[in-house]
T-cell receptor
Framework: SQQGEEDPQALSIQEGENATMNCSYKTSINNLQWYRQNSGRGLVHLILIRSNEREKHSGRLRVTLDTSKKSSSLLITASRAADTASYFCARAQGGSEKLVFGKGTKLTVNP | DGGITQSPKYLFRKEGQNVTLSCEQNLNHDAMYWYRQDPGQGLRLIYYSQIVNDFQKGDIAEGYSVSREKKESFPLTVTSAQKNPTAFYLC??????????????FGEGSRLTVL
């Protein structure tokens, strides 16, 4: 399968804690993107990291990319109940015009 | 405001009927996409279009058809040949059609249920 794996499948934490989600993939990539999906809604783009970048920040989000291990992580710091959603990574694979999405991590932040 | 509009939000269909899902964007994006999402699953690409009057099959095109007669519009028809059409359908667009793929902008989705 071209899909990578996201880990964990589900994560439940308390407000104020940090949440870390991981994404692994199998083939070379041009960039890797993270998206958020609230229940029953469309996806919203969070951050894009290119293959020559190792870390990017956006507000409370921090994304890392390790191309040698073919993995990426999304860290949400000081989580809030409003962060409750599913988070997906998507890979723009080398030589392909398509984005390949993982199955996502369902994050629940308890107030 | 610019964005992507999908309609209808909910749709019920009897077996054997074709249905068409609408997707309109006013972002002036060249590329448009249709994805299917099943419960607890990621997104699977049905069809995509990089330019008007041209489109390509994605990973699960069987039982679906599309058209791209206008830059703003990319309707998806779910035909009776699609064996398991009950799903959440998402339309997306991106500013460029080249490689590598950039950020996708998504609509709010259409939920199709076959009765």
């Amino acid at each position: 399968s071209q899909q990578g794996e996201e880990d964990p499948q589900a994560l439940s934490i308390q407000e104020g804690e940090n949440a870390t989600m991981n994404c692994s993939y199998k083939t070379s990539i041009n960039n890797l993107q993270w998206y958020r999906q609230n229940s029953g809604r469309g996806l919203v783009h969070l951050i894009l990291i290119r293959s020559n970048e190792r870390e990017k920040h956006s507000g409370r989000l921090r994304v890392t990319l390790d191309t040698s291990k073919k993995s990426s992580s999304l860290l949400i710091t000081a989580s809030r109940a409003a962060d409750t959603a599913s988070y997906f990574c998507a890979r723009a694979q080398g030589g392909s015009e398509k984005l390949v999405f993982g199955k996502g991590t369902k994050l629940t932040v308890n107030p | 405001d610019g964005g992507i509009t999908q309609s209808p939000k909910y749709l019920f269909r009897k077996e054997g009927q074709n249905v068409t899902l609408s997707c309109e964007q006013n972002l002036n994006h060249d590329a448009m996409y249709w994805y299917r999402q099943d419960p607890g699953q990621g997104l699977r690409l049905i069809y995509y279009s990089q330019i008007v009057n041209d489109f390509q099959k994605g990973d699960i095109a069987e039982g679906y058809s599309v058209s791209r007669e206008k830059k703003e519009s990319f309707p998806l028809t779910v035909t009776s040949a699609q064996k398991n059409p009950t799903a959440f359908y998402l339309c997306a667009s991106s500013i460029n059609s080249g490689r590598p793929r950039g950020e996708l902008f998504f609509g709010e989705g259409s939920r199709l249920t076959v009765l």
